[in-house]
């Protein structure tokens, strides 16, 4: 899982995340995933979502869920937020409880996940593959879909943790698993991965040539609670969000992780931009709205 919540606790204040909306907006963004540590923990949370919707972007959370009671998901609803990310480790409650070291935390990501379909919020399940679920990866990406009408997203380890052979499964276990991902989404399955993403994941675990390049820091930017920017979590800071600028940003070619959260929604950019409508149209087809932009 993201390793945030091992830091200080701090929030960013209304300043910071106006001119952080402000600078954003004005480069022409359009998604904003406001993250933590767990973000519904932030008291101005739902003021941020809504202050974000009405400056027009296209607004995702994820969380744990632990906070996803009746009146946090209403509250969810009236903000407008375009859709929700509840982190799912394992539908064991002993495997997921101990992974995130908190009791009943599968219990209440479920059930948050029923009350986000209730009150008519979007939403998905994102799974960090890892040693303690890459056995049942594919049962858990079915009985989500089947039996709590959610669709899954696979979030790989980041790399910051190491290098790709010193990550807690081996390459056979690796490729078996994406091989049934694959199959999952041919049978109808709602993974909403890219499939050229998880294709990526196996040529890196082949030593193959890789085909997606990441530009984090020009399609993606991170920005800290304090203002400052990075490319992504596994980058220096380039300036602080007051400077930030067209000549801030940097398209420099990078194939330093897996990450999930930057080099696929950098792979749609780039398709975006380079206007390769024919491979847009076949990845949406095999997902949903509701990720190809959140």
């Not at 379909?117 to 049962?139: C, D, F, Q, W």
């Not at 930017?221 to 930030?244: A, M, S």
């Amino acid at each position: 899982m993201c390793g945030f919540w091992r830091q200080d606790k701090a929030f960013i204040d209304n300043s910071v995340f106006a001119k952080t909306v402000d600078a954003l907006d004005g480069l022409g963004f359009y998604n904003l995933s406001l993250t933590g540590g767990e973000p519904l923990l932030h008291p101005k949370y739902f003021d941020f979502v809504k202050f974000s919707k009405y400056r027009g972007l296209y607004v995702n959370s994820p969380t744990n869920g632990t906070l996803l009671t009746e009146r946090n998901v209403k509250r969810l609803k009236e903000s407008g937020i375009d859709s929700v990310s509840v982190s799912i480790d394992s539908l064991d409650p002993e495997v997921a409880d101990k992974v995130r070291q908190y009791p009943g935390q599968l219990k209440k990501a479920l059930n948050g996940l029923k009350l986000l379909k209730k009150h008519g919020v979007p939403s998905s399940a994102i799974i960090l593959l890892g040693k303690h679920n890459i056995h049942e990866y594919g049962e858990i990406v079915k009985k989500l879909d089947e039996d709590y009408d959610t669709p899954s997203i696979l979030s790989f380890p980041d790399a910051g943790v190491g290098t790709l052979d010193e990550i807690e499964f081996g390459r056979n276990e690796l490729l078996k698993v994406i091989d049934e991902l694959l199959l999952l989404k041919k049978e109808g399955y709602r993974l909403l991965n890219a499939t050229e993403y998880l294709l990526e994941l196996k040529r890196a675990y082949m030593n193959q040539k890789r085909r997606i390049t990441c530009y984090a820091g020009y399609y993606y930017v991170n920005v800290y609670w304090d203002g400052r920017v990075t490319p992504c979590f596994n980058k220096d800071t380039i300036c602080h969000i007051n400077d930030l600028s067209t000549n801030s940003l940097q398209k420099k070619s990078c194939t330093d992780c897996l990450n999930q959260c930057f080099i696929e929604f950098s792979y749609i950019s780039e398709c975006m931009a380079r206007k390769k409508l024919l491979t847009l149209w076949k990845e949406r087809s095999e997902t949903l709205k509701l990720h190809i932009l959140g």
